[in-house]
């Protein structure tokens, strides 16, 4: 699956397994549907290595506003301890919060 951001969209690696996407205008509950289609294509496409493994992907998120005013680390604390929670309620899923 190959996709192209648009202008309003930006990906950040933030540490060895994790990202951070920013999406400017966007509705919260549009997104959270687009991240778990994702998490169902990657379901139903593991990738094969050239060894002959497939290797299966999912991933857990953590989905919030920026709030006028508000720091954006304090809005990065927010939405990483929201990562926290999807991991610990079965993972595979994202909470918007």
């Known amino acids: ?7 309003h969209c ?12 920013v999406i400017r205008q966007q ?6 549907q687009v991240l778990n289609d994702i998490n169902k294509y990657f379901a139903k496409h ?6 002959g ?9 953590g ?4 709030l006028e005013n508000e720091d954006f680390n304090a809005t990065l604390a927010r939405a990483d301890s ?8 079965g993972r595979k899923q994202i909470i918007f919060a």
């Open 1 to 7: 699956m190959h996709q192209t951001f648009p202008p």
């Open 10 to 21: 930006a990906v950040y690696r933030f540490c060895g397994e994790e990202f951070t996407i």
């Open 27 to 32: 509705d919260g509950t549009q997104l959270v």
């Open 46 to 51: 593991p990738v094969r290595t050239v060894n």
């Open 53 to 61: 493994k497939n290797i299966s992907f999912s991933f857990s998120g």
């Open 63 to 66: 989905l919030t506003k920026h």
């Open 82 to 89: 929201l990562v926290y929670k999807a991991k610990s309620l």
